[in-house]
């Protein structure tokens, strides 16, 4: 029975470990979860800062290895990255060297796609995003939303399965993060993919979720497991709703941790900065 | 830096300079024409600007400068060619893969510390001709910085701009191409720069010892048979022509790498 869950699943990951660094200082980043996710449903993974839910997201791209356990992705293991699961980084990874529309072919063209038809394609997916006529624009002439856009926009134009997003507008201010967030429950509920978001902000969780994974500091495990039941389209109304405070008064105490315990921020492609990548399959 | 501090007042940038470049002009007129000795450096056989400028006429409308040019061309194209598509191959991959790296890097960091002058000798009895020792020699002087601005900007990619390549589906050849190679090209473009003014300076000396024809040869030879004035163009010929093709590989680069000084100015 098991096996029949985790075939019609999009995610499934059973007893799922994985370790970072080398030697001495290697350590369990994410310790023994179990979820799955069914097929276009809106995961969000919620988490104080280092408590490896970008790391669990970095084996979902297959940038990491787990040590432990097993994921599956439509009911395959996870190998290496690949253009069915595109992956939203925080920000600055667009290519500087391409403009703003051969960044959003890219995928486009390691398919082997021909010149013109990538544009199109490309064309159509900016439109998507709402950013049609900046096309020819440079990354570094974007701001920080449009240039999320664009990442969005880059990773849609392969129609991924799955939708990794690692706090994609966490470097945003307030506003344009709630416009981001609004554009991109739009877009989902046009593309209906799976997407796994994750994010340290409660209120993003609870806003765009169907479910929320709640992760301990490390090492992390999944200590909650929230159904999120308002009706969509959602507004940004619903923000300030009873059951909403609910939820996040629920999600506050399930965060709370003691103080002095702040961890480095993980990547999804393991240490931070100066440490060196560890198990890029 | 220059950019952001560069002013847009014609006096600081044409006249300033220009009265600073007369002067030192009129310094050497002075110091020539009344053969000034300071004890420690003499002007008595420095030639004036007049003479220096009359033998420079004479040089461009004798039929030996096109020889000594195009020699000197030729050999500086070819070692540094050579040096370019060397350095920039073998630094993609060491900055690439790092058991290259502790394959090829260590013979290369003990070649890299001798002076291309210090080749000489031994260039002359490696090749069978002292044009092809030559050319090693500019070979020489241009390839180590091509290769280690290459490693360093290779090892300088974000490697979230990898990861995301491979996460759109880029196989490495692609990843190498698409993204290695564009995200170190500012790097390669400084080294391609820099080695273009080593290599015009080392193959100078290296003209000066073994050459029939160039414009070391021609300088060299100018002093040798007290043509003093001679001495002077040839110098004021090889500063401008390392000057001239710095220039041709800078403004290249610019071309080539937009997004780059873009980002720069934002």
Known sequence: ???????????????????????????????????????????????????????????????????????????????????????????????????????????????????????????????????????????????????????????????????????????????????????????????????????????????????????????????????????????????TSPDFMHLKRHCLELLRHEPGRALPRLSPLGLPAEQELQAVI | MATASSPTNPWLRIILPSLSLLACLVLWHLAATYKLDLGLVSFVYVPPPAAVAEAAWNLATSPKLLPHLGSSLGRVFAGYFAAAVLGVGIGLFIGRWKSLESILLPPLEVLRPIPAVAWIPLAILMFPSSELSMIFITFTGALFPILLNTIHGVEAVDKRLVA???????????????????????????????????????????????????????????????????????????????????????STGRFLIPWYHLRRNV
């Open chain 2, 164 to 250: 995301s390549a491979r996460s759109l589906g880029a196989k490495p050849w692609a990843i190498l191409r698409e993204i290695i190679l564009p995200g170190a090209a500012p790097s390669i473009i400084t080294g391609l720069s820099i080695g273009m003014g080593t290599s015009w300076f080392c193959l100078v000396t290296a003209e000066m010892v073994s050459g029939q024809w160039g414009i070391g040869y021609y300088t060299w030879e100018s002093y040798l048979i007290r043509r003093y004035p001679d001495i002077v163009v040839g110098m004021l010929l090889i500063g401008v022509l390392g000057m001239g093709s710095s220039f041709l590989i800078k």
């Open chain 1, 1 to 239: 029975m098991n096996a029949i869950a985790s075939a019609s699943s999009a995610v499934s990951a059973s007893e799922l470990s994985i370790h970072l660094g080398h030697g001495a200082d290697r350590f369990e980043a994410v310790q023994k979860v179990h979820f799955t996710i069914r097929p276009a449903e809106f995961i969000c993974i919620l988490g104080p800062s280092g408590c490896g839910k970008s790391t669990l997201l970095g084996a979902l791209a297959g940038h990491l290895k787990p040590s432990h356990g097993q994921l599956l992705v439509n009911g395959h293991p996870v190998g290496g990255p690949g253009p069915d699961r595109g992956m939203v980084f925080q920000q600055h990874t667009l290519f500087p060297w391409r403009d703003v529309i051969d960044n959003v072919a890219f995928g486009l063209k390691m398919r082997g796609v021909q010149k013109l038809e990538r544009r199109n394609q490309a064309k159509e997916i900016l439109q998507l995003v709402g950013l049609e006529g900046f096309e020819k624009r440079w990354p570094s002439q974007l701001s920080g939303g449009m240039q999320q856009r664009v990442e969005i926009a880059r990773v849609l134009v392969n129609r991924p399965s799955l939708l990794l997003m690692d706090e994609p507008f966490g470097a945003l201010d307030a506003q344009c993060r709630m416009e981001m967030q609004q554009l991109l429950l739009s877009i989902w509920a046009r593309i209906r993919t799976t997407v796994v978001f994750v994010t340290h902000d409660i209120d993003e969780a609870i806003f765009m979720a169907d479910r929320i994974l709640v992760m301990s500091p490390r090492p992390g495990r999944i200590i909650e497991d929230l159904r999120v039941n308002f009706p969509r389209p959602r507004h940004t109304e619903i923000v």
